[in-house]
C-alpha cells in the first residue's frame, strides 16, 4: 500500500507512532454532541455481563451512533468568492424561493439549494461563507419527511443569517425531518465566522437550505452528492 506522502519539514513518525496517525487520518473524530449517545449503549455493553445479546446489541449501537456523529476534516476551496456546501447529502431542489417569513427578509424569492441528508450522511454543518451572523431564528414546527418541498416552510427549523464583506447576506436554514427531533445551532449573533467552520447538528436525518443573494448564479444540479465544507454551490461576483 502506497504511503502518503510526509509535507516537507515534518518530524518523520514510526512504529507504533505511525500506526496511530494512519488511524486518526482514517477515522473521523466525533461530534461532542454524539458523547451520550455512544457512551450510553457502551455502558450497557459492559453491564450486560455474561450476556452476549446484551453486548452484541450496545457495542452496535454504539458503532451506530459513532458513525451518525462523525465529524471529519473537511478543506474548503482558496478560491475567493466561493459558497460551499453547508452540509453533507443530495442536492434535492436548486430553484427560487422566499426565505423564512419569521427572518423578515422581504418577499422576493432568491436562488435557493436544498441539500437533503439521510441518516447515513455526516450530519454536522458548516459555513458555507465567511461572515458575520447577523441574526438566528428557531421555529417551531412540524415534522414532515425533509425531503418534500414544503417542509422548507411547515417544519421545525433553525435559520442562520451571515452578513458578508460587502453588506450582502446569506441565509442557511436546518430544517428538521421525521426522524430528526433536534437541531443544534452552536452560533450566536455577532459572531465571525470563517467558510468551513463547523456550526451545527441535526439529528437524524434532515435537510438544510441554502439562500444566496439575488441574481447569484448556482453551479449545482438535483441529484449531485455534497461534501459539507468542500463543495462549490455558487460563485459571488
Known amino acids: 500500500m502506497a504511503r502518503r506522502p510526509t509535507p516537507p519539514g515534518t518530524p518523520e513518525t514510526t512504529g507504533i507512532g505511525h500506526v496511530i496517525d494512519l488511524v486518526r487520518s482514517t477515522i473521523p473524530p466525533l461530534h461532542p454532541a454524539g458523547l451520550p449517545f455512544v457512551a450510553a449503549p457502551l455502558?450497557?455493553?459492559?453491564?450486560?455481563?455474561?450476556?452476549?445479546?446484551?453486548?452484541?446489541?450496545?457495542?452496535?449501537?454504539a458503532a451506530a451512533c459513532a458513525t451518525f456523529f462523525r465529524h471529519p476534516n473537511r478543506v474548503p476551496p482558496n478560491r475567493a468568492g466561493v459558497v460551499?456546501?453547508?452540509?453533507?447529502?443530495?442536492?434535492?431542489l436548486v430553484d427560487t424561493a422566499v426565505p423564512p417569513a419569521e427572518l423578515g427578509l422581504g418577499e422576493q424569492?432568491?436562488?435557493?439549494?436544498?441539500?437533503?441528508?439521510?441518516?447515513l450522511d455526516v450530519h454536522v454543518q458548516r459555513i458555507p461563507f465567511s461572515g458575520t451572523v447577523v441574526d438566528v431564528r428557531h421555529q417551531?414546527?412540524?415534522f414532515r419527511s425533509a425531503d418534500l418541498p414544503e417542509a422548507s416552510t411547515v417544519n421545525?427549523?433553525?435559520s442562520l443569517v451571515l452578513e458578508l464583506a460587502d453588506g450582502r447576506r446569506l441565509v442557511v436554514v436546518q430544517i428538521a425531518g421525521l426522524l430528526a427531533r433536534r437541531i443544534v445551532c452552536d452560533a450566536v449573533v455577532g459572531d465571525k465566522v470563517t467558510i468551513g467552520d463547523t456550526y451545527g447538528l441535526i439529528?437524524?436525518?434532515?435537510?438544510?437550505?441554502?439562500y444566496f443573494p439575488a441574481g447569484t448564479e448556482l453551479l449545482v444540479q438535483p441529484g449531485q452528492r455534497t461534501i459539507g465544507g468542500e463543495t462549490v454551490l455558487a460563485e459571488l461576483s
Open 43 to 61: 455502558a450497557v455493553a459492559v453491564l450486560g455481563g455474561k450476556r452476549k445479546w446484551v453486548r452484541r446489541t450496545g457495542l452496535v449501537a
Open 84 to 92: 460551499v456546501a453547508p452540509a453533507d447529502g443530495e442536492i434535492a
Open 109 to 119: 424569492p432568491l436562488p435557493r439549494v436544498s441539500i437533503f441528508l439521510s441518516v
Open 140 to 142: 417551531d414546527g412540524q
Open 156 to 158: 421545525e427549523r433553525t
Open 203 to 210: 439529528r437524524f436525518g434532515s435537510r438544510v437550505d441554502t
